[in-house]
């Protein structure tokens, strides 16, 4: 497994020429210049990455995500997962490369990388002798992961000289564990926002939706967002939203309550970097690019607390 290594790139888009000599057949001087853009680019595959430390050679740590070491060897798509909190709330995090499409007599078939599949209890009733059953709907729903069209998300940041030079750490580390939280931040934003969606018209949680939905208590999370709805700190210090455990996210203003284990995010595997000299000086734009989608096979698991 490679770190997540952007110090090779950041030195290639400091050194990238900001012009290209045209020297004609047989010549030895150039008879032309054009400019170019100085810069660097690269795709890195979140399934083959690991975290660089946040330990220095001195032993100073930065920065680390709660509870974690920060000499500790973790690969980036574990990251993203530990740190979302639709993943903590129980959401599939899926990072899915396209699948090859089969062929049959020279005719692709489809093209996808797989699906969230979501299994209810076939429903039993009572019948008579003789009597045909009631047919019911199929207890199964699901929601396809396919990247052509799926939308992209992007970061974008200024890395000055000064701040790669004196900074007194590892500049490049800790730009790679941001991006990791930041994806981990883009997928809760991205289902959330497909749930609230989904939910504009859906009635609020009750306890008794959720037993007529055949979920159990214990599958229901809450994640409350900015207008705290529903929201309250019990005296124990627990933060529950319509009496369900929850957490709080800032990609939201209302409060979703549900089960969140009927749904996810597909993160494609391949994110690029680009880097791109701004200033004489060494000054990099980074930019960062990452394809998601939300996963929301049964909405009619989730609500809007009250």
Known sequence: MHKFDLSALLARAR???AAVQHIGSGMDMPHAVSGRVPAASQYFDLRELSL???LNADGIVTSA???EP???TT?????VIQRSLVAQAGAH????AERPAPYTNELALYRDAGALVIVDPATFGTVSDGANATTSALPVKSAAISW?????IAFSTIITRRQSKDSGYDVEAA???AIVLGLARAADKTLLAAIVNALAAAPTFTLGAAAARGIEFAELKSLVGTAATGAAVGQDGTLRAAGVLGELTPTIAETIVGSFARAGVAIRPEIAVHAKRTSLAGNLELNVFANMLPLVPDAGAFWKAA
């Open 70 to 72: 920060a000499a500790k």
């Open 175 to 177: 730009v790679a564990h």
């Open 15 to 17: 050194t990238e020429q």
């Open 65 to 67: 995500p709660a509870g």
């Open 52 to 54: 660089p430390s946040l």
């Open 75 to 79: 690969s980036v798509s574990a990251a």
């Open 148 to 152: 052509p069209d799926a939308p992209s």
């Open 93 to 96: 995090i899926i990072v899915a």
